[in-house]
């Protein structure tokens, strides 16, 4: 079990990165890889023989996230709107806004493809979608994007 501690203290801080960048939050992040990690544990001869647990952690870590939006599809009400938001500690609040404008899926295959550097097929297997959804996934996100951008510059 020693290895897995040295897992965790050489891989948590770029997991936490991760999962904020998948959730949007610190909370949520912290969660993801909370409960990751510990799934990791219980499985770490057998994935510590394949070589990457760190893969194993990431795709449990977007299966998890997949389903707990799949769980709450609607949007949580509250009664009064924040005046600031958080401070983004880990990267670009204005990309991370423009983002989290987008459904969640397309948000994941965004992750997935730019953050992650995966194939179509490999994201297509991590959220068990097929490869074409994926690429029209991809694309209607970053249509969203282009045209939120031009809008802006039209202002």
């Not at 939050?25 to 990791?40: F, G, I, T």
């Not at 880990?90 to 948000?107: I, K, N, T, V």
């Amino acid at each position: 079990m020693e290895d897995f501690d040295e897992f965790v203290q050489a891989r948590g801080d770029a997991l936490l990165r991760y999962g904020f960048v998948l959730s949007g939050n610190s909370e949520d992040a912290a969660d993801l890889v909370q409960e990751a990690l510990a799934r990791l544990g219980d499985a770490w001869t057998r994935v510590r023989n394949k070589h990457d647990p760190e893969g194993y952690v990431r795709t449990t870590m977007v299966r998890l996230h997949i389903r707990s939006w799949r769980r709450r599809r609607r949007e949580s009400l509250v009664a009064t709107v924040p005046e600031h938001g958080a401070h983004d500690r880990y990267g670009d609040a204005d990309l991370w806004a423009e983002l989290q404008r987008l459904p969640r899926r397309q948000r994941a295959v965004l992750v997935l493809r730019y953050y992650e550097d995966l194939s179509d097929q490999e994201i297509a297997d991590i959220l068990g979608v097929s490869r074409g959804t994926v690429r029209s996934q991809a694309a209607r996100a970053l249509d969203k994007l282009r045209i939120k951008r031009v809008l802006q510059e039209a202002r």
